[in-house]
């Protein structure tokens, strides 16, 4: 009886999930160290942003939109309720259903945040030349579309803001 020699593991570095792995936990870095005075997480910024295109979402359509589940939303707008950033407020066609909005504060805070966040993008990109650049982010597009349903919670995005109405 012969034994076959135990297979090697994969390297990591030649597995593409790995490096997706480490280029978001190098994004959140990046974003939290360029917005760091705001005090806002990545999700939180992209509920609020989402929020300020789009008034008056549900909470699960907010969900559905940046791609968490309900109830990892429902803590974060917890949290920025708590801090008078965004305020639900009830459905006038089904009171069961909470509508999201930006406070005041909430917009200034965005307003805020953006020069940080786009810094913290731009970084990001940067050890690629501007060239293709553009290229990288058609083909990350294509990644996540093409595995979205593989997701614990895909994303649907929401169709585009007409000015001066709001499209759900």
């Known amino acids: 009886m012969t034994v076959d020699p135990p297979r090697l593991s994969p390297d990591l570095e030649d597995l593409p999930g790995f490096h997706i792995r480490r280029l978001q936990q190098i994004a959140v870095a990046v974003f939290l160290e360029e917005t ?15 929020v300020q295109r789009q008034p008056e979402l549900d909470q699960r359509t907010l969900a559905r939109t940046i791609g968490f589940d309900t109830s990892t939303i429902g803590s974060v707008i917890d949290r920025l309720e708590a801090r008078g950033l965004m305020r639900r407020n009830a459905s006038p066609t089904d009171r ?16 805020e945040v953006q020069p940080g966040m786009l810094r913290a993008q731009a970084r990001m990109l940067e050890p690629l030349p501007p060239e293709q650049r553009e290229t990288f982010m058609q083909m990350l597009k294509v990644l996540v579309d093409g595995n979205n349903e593989y997701s614990r919670a895909p994303s649907v995005p929401l169709e585009p803001a007409v000015e001066g109405r709001r499209v759900v």
């Open 36 to 50: 760091q005075e705001h005090g806002l997480t990545p999700v939180q910024y992209a509920a609020m942003a989402t």
């Open 96 to 111: 069961r259903v909470r509508l999201l909005t930006l406070t005041p504060e909430g917009d200034t805070l965005l307003s």
